[in-house]
């Protein structure tokens, strides 16, 4: 594919992303929450719901979806440092386990309870249960699924993360009074969120310290897709009729790579100015990659499918909200 092919879609993620940055500058939007990471998506879901988006966009939007997310992904670990990841520790990867195999298991239980194929169960499962779209995407070749159900699944995850992602700011408005700090949001929001992106709005929302620690739960829980994906395709290939057949696997190598820019941010090494400008290019990465995620979100897309698998992520999402919630009260 030629480069210049994924300029309009860029450019358009990229133009709603800058358009975002303005408003959250806005004081009233600022007081209010009003990230520009949200703003993008929120953005992104109206034009793409106004009208057919152009097909020409599509190769720029994957762009930003993917590589972009991931490169943003990488570029925050140098807000953080090696300290505050020991802080966390232990527990929090236990929260992070217990919340992942929970939330499949569910997801397994209550899709054959609704008759949903099991591949559908699958990919709604890891998309709810570990990171969003990237999750799905990352077991659809594992279990050698069609792109319609992974389509399908991916709208709902992003669906549902969308809504927590405004939700979570709110409930922590509510539940501060009564004794949550930034810290514990930060993880609640990190270990039962879909999207990585939509975790650092929604910790941004709240407070860079709340940010902090929802990044770092997060991206131990997206660690977690390794070994999941190991697990899944050994029990895959016991349900198939060619056992020695191998199913492929996706690692998710940004994962490491945001673990070494925390490791390059605790070093010291990198001047003031160079890590204020990446932390800017960040931002920007960020946003771009939340405003395409949002123009390729389809509400007729999710309505074709069926209530099933809505219905799914819908009670996924009110496991991880309720019962994540109750993991994370026990165990902080």
């Not at 358009?12 to 939007?29: C, D, F, I, N, R």
């Not at 995850?157 to 408005?173: E, K």
């Not at 949002?294 to 809505?310: F, H, K, N, S, V």
Request: with cysteine; glycine share 12%; net charge positive.
């Amino acid at each position: 594919m030629q480069k210049t092919a994924y300029l309009p879609g860029l450019l358009a993620a990229l133009l709603l992303a800058l358009a975002a940055g303005q408003l959250a500058s806005l004081p009233w939007l600022a007081a209010h929450g009003g990230s520009a990471l949200t703003l993008a998506m929120l953005g992104g879901i109206v034009l793409a719901n106004l009208r057919p988006l152009p097909a020409r966009w599509q190769p720029g939007l994957r762009l930003c979806k993917q590589q972009l997310l991931r490169a943003g992904i990488v570029l925050f670990g140098l807000q953080l440092t090696l300290g505050q990841l020991l802080q966390l520790g232990g527990r929090v990867l236990l929260i992070d386990v217990l919340v992942l195999a929970s939330t499949f298991g569910m997801a397994l239980w209550l899709g054959r309870k609704l008759g949903l194929d099991r591949d559908s169960c699958v990919l709604i499962g890891a998309g709810s249960a570990i990171c969003g779209a990237a999750a799905v995407l990352a077991t659809q070749p594992v279990i050698r699924a069609s792109g319609e159900r992974a389509s399908v699944a991916v709208a709902g995850v992003v669906l549902f993360g969308s809504i927590a992602m405004l939700l979570y700011p709110w409930l922590y408005g509510v539940l501060a009074p009564l004794g949550l700090n930034e810290g514990a949001y930060g993880v609640l929001t990190g270990s039962t969120m879909h999207e990585v992106a939509q975790v650092v709005a929604a910790g941004r929302a709240v407070g860079e310290g709340a940010a902090a620690n929802a990044v770092l739960t997060k991206m131990l829980r997206v660690m977690l897709l390794a070994p999941f994906l190991l697990l899944l395709a050994a029990a895959w290939q016991r349900r198939t009729a060619q056992p020695g057949a191998r199913a492929p696997i996706t690692i998710p190598w940004f994962a490491f790579g945001f673990i070494a820019a925390i490791a390059v941010n605790s070093s010291g090494v990198l001047v003031a100015g160079l890590r204020d400008s990446l932390l800017m290019l960040d931002r920007l990465l960020l946003a771009t990659a939340m405003a395409a995620l949002g123009l390729d979100t389809r509400l007729a897309a999710i309505r074709a499918a069926g209530w099933q698998p809505l219905l799914l992520a819908a009670l996924l999402f009110g496991w991880l909200l309720l019962g994540g919630g109750a993991i994370n009260w026990l165990l902080q």
